[in-house]
């Protein structure tokens, strides 16, 4: 009977410490063999604030599940997840491509962007944001 409680709250700690931790998928655009890891990943909010010559290496999701996320705490260990993947693959930068966080893609002068930032602070006037999962998506890139 103690090892099946033992048993039963491992598993069970398991799968709650699996909700909190962002699980992440990488879909490469070329061969990523051989390719040294980077010290540095810089990280670009959208598409357009991106004025470098580069070459996507890959996409890269990270998900996390929660049940409120609030503006200010945000989504910090997707972020460190997704840069840490990067550097692991050699890449020089990130690009958020598409996210969860209404936020943050709303940083371009577009009219796409301008609605994004209406609807965020529409929809999080009390500081908190119900979204379960929280997804985020970048390129990874390498500058040219």
Do not use: N
Not at 90 to 105: N, R, W
Request: proline share 8%.
């Amino acid at each position: 009977m103690p090892f099946r409680r033992l048993l039963f709250g491992g598993v069970l700690a398991l799968l709650l410490a699996g909700c909190s931790t962002p699980q992440l998928a990488v879909y490469p655009l070329t061969d990523l063999q051989g390719r040294a890891p980077t010290t540095q990943v810089d990280v670009y909010p959208h598409p357009d604030s991106l004025q470098r010559a580069h070459r996507e290496i890959a996409v890269i999701s990270a998900t996390e599940r929660k049940q409120v996320y609030t503006l200010e705490e945000g989504h910090p260990e997707l972020m460190d997840a997704l840069t840490e993947t990067a550097r692991e693959i050699g890449a020089d930068a990130i690009v958020v491509i598409k996210s969860s966080d209404p936020t943050l893609l709303a940083g371009g002068d577009d009219p796409k962007s301008a609605e994004r930032r209406d609807r965020a602070q529409r929809d999080a006037e009390d500081g908190t944001i119900p979204r379960a999962p929280w997804t985020i998506r970048v390129k990874a890139i390498v500058y040219q």
